[in-house]
């Protein structure tokens, strides 16, 4: 690979939309952007223009009109790769974006590969490590939270918390090691009081990012919902109603939900992870136990559990009903349990108030008219406390930032107790040494080969 | 007089001369060692001491490999202690007071019978050279000796210029002529030089002092010593050093000097050792301490020259004997001859090989002071590096390179060359990713092999240290396997408060607290009779409580190690051209270009390359 050459690439989604974004990166971004570019202004050359600017014009190659586009321009190293980057704003056609990226590459540009932009970006100092991944997360990031964490990850907010408490520990590290070199030399102890308080502090922030990671991972990847039922009961209408459009199979024969399907919707900013399952009716039919297996391994994995059953067959099933969800409570006592009636625009009064009376913690619902939906998703909403989102705290979201701080937080626990215990400088020395490597690797001053092709695998092209 | 041609000429017989001279003549190579003034052959030019924290690692690492220095520091000692014994395995470090006439002495005996080694004495006033590699040397008489490599070692005598006070005059130490020639003609073959400071401190007659008045500083009551050598015996006997302090007054009068320092009136521009300060530097940089350490070594056996550590001085010599005369003990001080500063020439390191070998010509060898370092110690391991390449040079074998994690010496050199340095370079244990694995008790297990499969360490040597090795394996694996019962063990735990045991239990567990000490463990009376039976001396028996006792610690950085080891495998192809890498910034490639390292992990250390920078590596070399 080498970073001589002009890429580009669509750098919004794939498809037809109002308008579509080219990017171009490199040493002759502009030159090429300029050789298909006619503005409105007469003589009006793109490389004579001032860096983040944006000019009205048309795409041509010779006699040919492509399109009339708006062309901003970046200039190294003021852009997102560090290079001279150009976007063009065109309309969102297909035929328009194909038709514009075939041209550059016919005047010498070559398509991006995945990540290759943000791969330049990194490369040329735009961004650390923990900042690219952010990017690839913040690209990723399909609801508000998940955005909000992964913008704040980008503007290097946690992985310069860490940068600084690496300087502090580095600072003691010299200290420590001078101490060690210069025994014979009548030098001043480094101060452990003063260390032992920064271990503290370091042992606090750390701790705090570490346990952000369960909120984090919940916003990065949605809050897991189990939908429990019978069959047929609803449970794919229920989903419908709340993805507001037709995903899962919708069918009156009982079971054909099969396999476990998951769907996410985003409710007040917060991800949620739809989880429909077969129901966990006792049976002998062999594909439907199967999918009783599974309906448990799924409400393993959830974190809210949803019980869901028809309405007008409650007063058949009222028994089995009740057994089975002793069977979910006694099962998972701490999963929050939401119980619904569903279908409630089948039956009347009486048996709503029979309902209510026998199960006394039901809430009442159709799937089909959308009577009670509202009221699901704010009982949802208020089961998930994600207070740390709001006070805009720092959340870890990464598993590769969740285990480099496990293991810096192992390494500062044994430098505690080193303090603790009066070990030797060279001693505690290792221990200092280990943690600040794994310091390293989230902020970047550590290379690691493994880590980089892992990073920059993880982007779609054109970003 | 020289009509053959010799396979190495060593240029200098100072630690680092002797050293190289030593090392190829052992090879087999014919070699050629010329300084200007035989009778001055491996002089302690400053502190007669060998060792001390990292230095007196390296000593036992040149005495593992073959080299003489630990052998000539070991029969010359007047006193031998092992510092920071409180500290982790990692820190112990020998370090020896030495007869400083003796050691000279020792040093030229062992080089005369040194099979394949002649002597010549005088000044090489040039190198000959042919399409970029080294045929030779040329001397100040004209005489030219034809040969396949040289090393220089010049230390301080390339254009050396020595200070008192103000006055200054042509000098490569305390009575001996400079030498001129050799740089101006390395400058002309394209060769950057730099200037370097040095400094000593006064020698005075120990009869004119009163010890009464100075704390003594007594060796080791067990002392051992750095020879891996069985026949090499420790000291029986001792010679105290003493110490005492210098006082505000003392520090008064040295400053009515400053006006006519050399440091502070601009005549020395070159850098000092920031480690080894000038006194005249400590009360300046350090202006709110009312007190400084001297310490007052004697400098022989019978001699009555007393050296004074932590004087170092240029100042006047007036200036000198005011002051020091202030100080408690120094009232009726003689002086033997005033501390001085000394300038000279260097050639920045970053010019060499990892093999010490100059990039630019070939055959031609670099090591000690000429590469900026300071120290006998530091300088000796590269003489003895830059001997053993130029021997395996001159038969064409594989060259000589010691990674990081295997030796001090390899720190030193792939620091030397990675990094160059802007100061006179010490080695401190610091530098060292890998402490830990570095230590002086293993110096032998990390590279008498090595040493063995040059030709430069015996076989005598190597069996030694295979019976250390099976012996201390074996003794480790006896507390692996062996238990104690609560009843015979509790009462030692008991004495220590250290918590009782319930159950038997293996030795090794209870060997692993941190206060449970040797002397502990041989109350058992199972381990006592292991001792006995197998006859096994205290080196044995502390390589086991090493090993025990701070397993965790090294088998953590032997796994560090390894982890980084894989960096140092990917090599980087040879004259690669960075300019080509536009992502990277220009301080990285011009630093790149000018260093060439051999390896990704080698180009990560060179300041000024970033871990981006790094990164844009590994992707141009497809990782």
């Known amino acids: ?463 | 007089m020289f009509n053959e041609e010799y396979d190495v000429i060593v240029v200098g017989a100072g630690h680092a001369g002797s050293e190289a001279a030593a090392a190829s003549a052992n090879m087999g190579s014919k070699t050629l060692l010329i300084t200007m003034n035989l009778q001055n052959i491996a002089q302690m030019s400053c502190n007669p001491a060998m060792g001390g924290i990292a230095k007196g690692q390296i000593v036992r690492e040149i005495d593992a490999l073959g080299g003489y220095s630990g052998i000539v520091s070991d029969t010359s000692a007047i006193q031998f202690k092992m510092l920071n014994k409180s500290k982790g395995p990692a820190m112990w470090s020998p370090r020896v007071q030495s007869d400083r006439m003796r050691f000279a002495e020792d040093w030229r005996l062992l080089l005369e019978q040194t099979k394949n080694l002649d002597f010549y004495q005088e000044m090489v006033s040039g190198l000959l050279v042919e399409n970029h590699k080294v045929v030779g040397v040329k001397t100040s008489l004209g005489l030219e000796i034809k040969s396949k490599t040289v090393v220089l070692t010049n230390g301080t005598f390339l254009n050396g210029l020595i200070h008192i006070g103000d006055k200054n005059f042509g000098g490569g130490r305390a009575g001996e002529r400079a030498a001129t020639g050799i740089t101006e003609q390395l400058i002309d073959l394209g060769f950057d030089s730099g200037r370097m400071k040095t400094g000593t401190p006064p020698r005075v007659d120990g009869r004119s002092l009163d010890y009464s008045k100075m704390i003594e500083q007594p060796g080791d009551d067990q002392p051992e010593k750095f020879s891996y050598l069985e026949h090499i015996k420790p000291l029986k006997e001792q010679r105290s050093c003493h110490m005492t302090y210098t006082s505000p007054e003392v520090h008064d009068l040295l400053r009515e000097g400053f006006d006519r320092s050399p440091m502070f009136n601009g005549r020395i521009q070159s850098t000092g050792p920031r480690y080894c300060p000038s006194i005249e530097d400590k009360i300046n940089r350090f202006a709110d301490k009312d007190r400084h350490q001297l310490f007052v070594e004697p400098e022989g056996w019978n001699t009555v020259e007393v050296y004074v550590n932590g004087f170092s001085t240029s100042l006047p010599e007036d200036v000198q004997y005011k002051a020091l005369k202030s100080v408690a003990g120094f009232e009726n001080v003689k002086f033997f001859r005033p501390g001085y500063a000394i300038e000279y020439d260097y050639f920045p390191p970053t010019q060499l090989k990892h093999t010490l070998e100059t990039k630019l010509v070939d055959g031609l060898f670099f090591a000690g002071q000429i590469n900026g370092t300071t120290g006998y110690e530091e300088a000796a391991s590269q003489g003895l590096m830059a001997g053993i390449n130029a021997a395996l040079k001159v038969r064409e074998k594989d060259e000589f390179i010691l990674k990081r994690n295997e030796a001090y010496i390899g720190v030193l050199v792939d620091d030397l060359i990675t990094k160059g340095t802007e100061e006179p370079y010490r080695m401190f244990t610091s530098r060292a990713e890998y402490r830990t694995l570095l230590r002086q008790d293993n110096a032998d297990f990390r590279l008498t092999p090595k040493g063995y499969n040059l030709g430069l360490a015996g076989e005598k040597r190597l069996r030694r240290m295979e019976e250390k090795q099976l012996q201390s394996d074996n003794f480790v694996q006896f507390f692996r396997d062996t238990s104690v019962k609560p009843e015979e063990v509790n009462p030692i735990l008991e004495s220590k408060n250290s918590s009782l045991v319930k159950q038997s239990d293996k030795m090794f567990k209870l060997f692993s607290r941190p206060n449970i000490t040797t002397e502990d463990m041989r109350k058992i009376e199972s381990v006592e009779n292991y001792i006995q039976e197998h006859n096994l001396d205290t080196e044995v028996i502390e390589q086991t409580e090493i090993q025990i006792k701070y397993s965790g610690y090294i088998e953590k950085e032997k796994n560090n190690a390894d982890k980084l080891n894989r960096l140092e495998d990917v090599k980087i192809p040879n004259n690669f051209d960075y300019t080509k890498l536009k992502s990277m910034s220009t301080e990285a490639i011009q630093k790149l270009t000018k260093i060439q390292p051999v390896t990704i992990s080698q180009a990560s250390r060179i300041s000024g390359v970033s871990p981006a920078d790094v990164s844009v590596l590994l992707v141009y070399l497809g990782r």
Do not use: W
Not at chain 1, 73 to 98: A, M, R, W
Not at chain 1, 404 to 412: I, R
Not at chain 1, 438 to 447: A, D, K, L
């Open chain 1, 1 to 463: 690979m080498t970073h001589q050459d002009t890429i580009v690439a669509l750098a919004t989604a794939s498809g037809s939309g109002a308008i579509a974004v080219i990017r171009l990166s490199g040493n002759d971004a502009i030159t090429i952007a300029e050789s298909c570019f006619k503005s409105v202004t007469p003589n009006k050359l793109l490389g004579k223009q001032q860096t983040h600017t944006i000019h009205l014009g048309h795409i041509v190659e010779e006699e040919r009109v492509f399109d009339e586009v708006l062309i901003s321009v970046f200039k190294n190293p003021n852009s997102y790769t560090g290079e001279d980057v150009v976007e063009i704003s065109c309309h969102g056609s297909l035929y328009i974006q194909q038709e514009i990226i075939q041209l550059f590459l016919r005047k010498g540009c070559r398509m991006a590969n995945a990540g290759e932009f943000t791969l330049r970006a990194f490369l040329n100092g735009k961004l650390d490590l923990s900042q690219a991944e952010a990017v690839a997360d913040l690209i990723a990031s399909d609801n508000e939270a998940s955005h909000q964490v992964a913008m704040q990850q980008m503007r290097g907010g946690f992985s310069s918390e860490i940068a600084k408490l690496r300087e502090e520990l580095l600072n003691f590290a010299s200290l420590i090691e001078l101490e060690l070199d210069f025994a014979e030399e009548d030098v001043e102890f480094a101060d452990r009081s003063q260390f032992k308080d920064l271990v503290e502090r370091i042992t606090f922030v750390l701790k705090r990012l570490i346990d952000s990671f369960a909120v984090g991972n919940v916003i990065k990847n949605g809050i897991p919902v189990a939908i429990v039922g019978e069959p047929n009961v609803g449970k794919s209408t229920l989903l419908n109603a709340l993805l507001n459009e037709e995903r899962a199979i919708v069918s009156e024969i009982a079971g054909t939900t099969r396999d476990t399907i998951e769907d996410e919707i985003s409710i007040g900013g917060i991800g949620f992870r739809f989880i429909d399952t077969a129901g966990i009716r006792e049976t002998k039919d062999v594909v439907e136990s199967i999918g009783i297996k599974k309906t448990f391994e799924k409400i393993d994995q959830a974190q809210v559990v949803i019980y869901l059953f028809d309405a007008d067959k409650f007063k058949a099933q009222s028994s089995t009903l009740k057994v089975e969800l002793e069977k979910i409570k006694n099962k998972y006592p701490q999963k929050p349990l939401i119980v619904i009636a569903n279908k409630i625009d089948k039956v009347d009064d009486i048996s709503i108030s029979k309902l209510q009376s026998e199960i006394p913690e039901i809430k009442l619902l159709s799937a089909k008219t959308g009577f009670g939906v509202d009221e699901l998703t704010n009982s949802l909403l208020n089961l998930i406390n994600t207070g740390a989102l709001h006070n805009n705290e720092t959340i870890v979201t990464n598993s590769r930032h969740y285990d480099a701080l496990l293991k810096a937080f192992e390494e500062v626990q044994k430098v505690k107790y080193g303090l603790e215990t009066g070990l030797s400088g060279d001693l505690l020395a290792i221990d200092i040494r280990q943690a600040l490597y794994h310091f390293g690797e989230i902020t970047g001053e550590i290379t690691n080969d493994d880590l980089l092709g892992n990073i920059f695998a993880n982007f779609c092209i054109g970003k």
